[in-house]
Structure formats: C-alpha cells, structure tokens
C-alpha cells in the first residue's frame, strides 16, 4: 500500500498565476520531470477520436466505448472543473532497449514496467501534489488519474505544453522524448 506525505503549507491569497507557479514548483519537487495546465474545455481532437471509434480501430479495447461523451468534456467528469494539470515522469532507465542487442528466445519487457507498478508510483504523486493544492485552495476540487480515466490524455497534456503528438501516435517532448508516462488531476 502507497503512502504519501503530507506537508504542511502556510494557506495565503493567491493570485491564479502565483498558485500556477506553485503547482509547478510544488510538482518538480515530488519529482515530475514536466508539467503544464490546460484549460478544462471540450478538445478539438474529440472528433477525431468519435471518428477512431466508429472505424473499429479500438479493437477490443472497449473501454475505450464506455464513458466516451466524458472523454470529450472534462467538466463531465468532476463538475465545474476550470484546469487540467498533467505532468510527466520519465521512466527511461538508461539499460539497452530492443534495438539496441538481441539474444535469440528472449523477449523485452518495457522500459515503462520495469520496478514497481507505475499506475500507484504516479498517483501517490498526484495524491501529494492534490493536498499541497487544497492547503493553498481549500475550496478546490481534483480528481486524478494515471491512464484509467475518460480523458485524451495525450491531447490535453499536448495542449498543456508536455509536448506534441507525433507520427507515432505519442506524446513527444523535446527534452525527453516519448520516454515518459503523463497524468492528470
């Protein structure tokens, strides 16, 4: 089970910009390699995805399927949200990848699942950075997730300054490339 440590934060007036500048510090700190704010608004990338879907690209993914109205419209899914934060935390480990040697009758695992399960490690993070926010605005309301939730997670992040999405399909940045797994709350 994750725990997480809550530090104690002086409750000010903060201007939108200044808590912005916080947030951004604040999750430096526990240990995000990037994060920006995009705004909470229906993404223009939702067609496209509605588009994806009738196609049958998704495949078996169904749960692409379910909730796919609230992919469209964050304020669907926590009422009133204003801004999304969506961070990234660098998961290359510096050890050969697949290209790189091949021994015959060996598979890889990804870089990505090497260590502990990623979903608890980024959560435990955004749970950190959730309770530095409600000390300096008490009044916020978050919800977070680490790839479970019905959110384009890579358009927003895109828009929220993480990167772009490639040829690929990934989310590139140019400090890290596609080496990073990205959350929002």
């Excluded at 994750?2 to 999750?27: C, E, G, N, P, Y």
């Excluded at 995805?49 to 399927?65: H, R």
């Excluded at 479970?148 to 999405?165: D, K, N, Q, V």
Aim: glycine residues 12%; proline residues 3%; charged residues 25%.
């Amino acid at each position: 089970m994750s725990t997480f440590k809550v530090q104690k934060v002086q409750r000010l007036k903060v201007q939108s910009s200044d808590l912005t500048q916080a947030i951004k510090q604040k999750a430096g700190e526990i240990g995000f390699d990037l994060v920006g704010i995009a705004p909470a608004d229906g993404h223009g990338h939702f067609s496209f995805f509605e588009d994806w879907l009738k196609k049958g690209y998704a495949g078996t993914m169904s749960w692409l399927l379910r909730n796919k109205e609230k992919r469209g419209d964050p304020k669907r899914v926590l009422e009133g949200a204003k801004n999304l934060i969506c961070a990234g935390l660098n998961y290359h480990r510096g050890h050969p990848r697949s290209v790189d040697c091949c021994e015959g009758g060996r598979g890889w695992i990804s870089n990505y699942a090497w260590g502990d399960d990623y979903h608890e490690i980024v959560l435990e993070k955004l749970k950190t950075l959730e309770h530095f926010i409600a000390a300096m605005k008490p009044d916020a309301r978050m919800k977070s997730y680490v790839d479970t939730g019905p959110i384009l997670e890579r358009s927003y992040a895109a828009s929220a300054g993480l990167g772009w999405i490639g040829k690929n399909t990934c989310l590139i940045n140019r400090g890290i490339g596609s080496f990073f797994l990205s959350a929002r709350s």
